[in-house]
Nanobody, 122 residues
Framework: QVQLVESGGGLVQAGGSLRLSCAAS?????MAWFRQAPGKEREFVAA????????FYADSVKGRFTISRDNAKNTVYLQMNSLKPEHTAVYFC??????????????????WGQGTQVTVSS
């Protein structure tokens, strides 16, 4: 069983930055970030493969968010810059035992963290 522990969320003013972390126990291959804003469905944010480190982003965050990983620590990060109020959401870390081409679907991910709240004030 894989456990994911997220950290790094909080309250930040518009234009500020936050870095989320997700530490995984056990062996995982790809990892990803999703988010769920109030009253909205959970949506894909970014994903990273484990072996090669290929990175994938939702169009809405390209150029603003960066996903990275530290294999030695089994940890994935999400650096979020130039934050806006519309980025306010609960951010969830996800992990999978294998890579799927439809990585934007939450159904393709096997394990989930508890979520961390990100609030961006205007």
């Amino acid at each position: 069983q894989v456990q994911l522990v997220e950290s790094g969320g909080g309250l930040v003013q518009a234009g500020g930055s936050l870095r989320l972390s997700c530490a995984a126990s056990g062996r995982t291959i790809p990892m990803a970030w999703f988010r769920q804003a109030p009253g909205k469905e959970r949506e894909f944010v970014a994903a990273i493969s484990w072996r090669v480190g290929n990175k994938f982003y939702a169009d809405s965050v390209k150029g603003r968010f960066t996903i990275s990983r530290d294999n030695a620590k089994n940890t994935v990060y999400l650096q979020m810059n130039s934050l806006k109020p519309e980025h306010t959401a609960v951010y969830f870390c996800a992990a999978g035992t294998s890579w799927h081409s439809d990585y934007t679907s939450q159904n393709r991910w096997d394990y989930w963290g508890q979520g961390t709240q990100v609030t961006v004030s205007s």
